[in-house]
Every structure is written in C-alpha cells, then in structure tokens.
C-alpha cells in the first residue's frame, strides 16, 4: 500500500541555518503530497501542498517540489528560526482516501 | 481559519470510567477523522466518516466507537477507559467536494490520561 518515510529527528538547528527534512513516498497513481506542522500543545496545521509533478508548494518561507522521478517532497527553509521549532509531517493522498502520515520529525531550533 | 473544536482539552480519569470526546466542526465538512497520536508522535487513524450516518473503523484498531448523527458533529467514545487508552487525540475535518489534494483541518486535540 502507500506509504511516506521521513527523515528520523530530532533536528537541531541554530536561527538562521539552513534546513532541510527529507520524504519519500510509495504509492500508486499520482498522489497530492503535504506538509502539516505541529506546534506544541496544537493539533496539525497545513504548510504547503502539491498536487501533481513538478509541483512547488510554498508557505512562510518553507518549500517543497513534487519530484515524481525521485518520489520525493522535501521540506526546506533558507534560515531557520525559533518560532519554527514544532514537529513536522509529510502526508499523502489519493483522491476521496484518507491521509497517510510520515511519523513526523522534531525540529528545535537555538538563538 | 479553521473551525474545529475539541472539548475537553485535557483529561485524566480512572480506569473503567466512560468517557466521550466531543469534536465538532462549523465548516460544513461531509469528511470527519479522528486519530490517536502516541508519544513518538506518530499519528494513527482510529475512525473517519464520510457523512451522517457512515462510519468506519481506521488503520489502527481501536477500542473506541464514534457516531454521525449530525454533519458538524463526530463524538468519540471510550465504554471502559484503561491506562493503555492514555494518549493525545487529534479531531480533523475535510471538504468531499475537493476529495483530490483536499487539506485536512485539525482540532487542538484532546490529551487523555487514563490512571
């Protein structure tokens, strides 16, 4: 069946350095692929989306390209701040199914 | 902005007691889920409907039971609570009518401590 992997963390990262959070993805078809992120103590909010190759979803200065040759949707921020620390999911979806959930990655990041 | 609701936010409560997590939502969304999110954090689907009166069991299976009776509301409910229920549990919401690349809203969660 489909499924997403994504970068174990935690990641630690002091302000203003570069991030990047690896996804992959298995699936049939031609998934929409998501960023959802957790703050403490919050349930899940969209970052971005794409919903199909070649894709580049954007949101509050965090990017991912749909990369269909690679099954790939990595997340990436050109610098990183303290109000960014929060848990990261990647998430898939086929048409009229539920979502499917990489297993998050903590990121923490340092002034 | 979305409009999803959890009550109660936090909960602790002894083994064998009932309890019911209410999520309700105010957007119209035919698609209602509801998840378990254990401490690694990882998210596991318990239940979804696609509407009043449907339901269906998740990826995970799950000791709760969930009703549909009105569109805005998706309760779910624990007959006899037990320590290994203690997790935090995440309400979300969709639109039907944007099944391909729909966004999934999400509620505060409740988190549930079961002694």
């Known amino acids: 069946g489909d499924s997403v992997t994504q970068m174990e963390g935690p990641v630690t990262l002091s302000e203003e350095a570069f991030l990047t959070i690896n996804c992959t993805y298995t699936?049939?078809?031609?998934?929409?692929l998501f960023w959802y992120v957790q703050y403490p103590g919050e349930g899940l909010q969209l970052l971005l989306k794409a919903t199909k190759a070649d894709d580049k979803g954007s949101n509050k200065g965090f990017e991912a390209t749909y990369r269909k040759e690679t099954t790939s949707f990595h997340l990436e921020k050109g610098s990183v701040q303290v109000s960014d620390s929060a848990v990261y999911f990647c998430a898939l979806n086929q048409a009229g199914t539920a979502l499917i959930f990489g297993k998050g990655t903590t990121l923490s990041v340092s002034s | 902005e979305a409009d999803i609701y959890q009550t109660p936010r936090y909960l602790v409560i002894g083994t064998g007691k009932k309890i019911t997590l209410e999520c309700s939502q105010t957007m119209g969304h035919d698609k209602m889920y509801w998840y378990q999110q254990d401490p690694g954090m990882e998210l596991h689907l318990i239940h979804y409907?696609?509407?009043?009166?449907?339901?269906e069991k998740g990826d995970l299976s799950s000791e709760s039971t969930v009703s549909r009776i009105r569109t805005e509301h998706f309760p779910l409910t624990l007959e006899s609570a037990r320590p290994s229920h203690t997790s935090q549990y995440l309400c979300a919401s969709s639109d039907q009518r944007n099944s391909f690349g729909e966004t999934q809203y999400f509620g505060p969660g409740t988190r549930l401590l079961v002694l």
């Open positions: 699936a049939t078809g031609y998934p929409s």
């Open positions: 409907s696609y509407g009043v009166n449907s339901t």
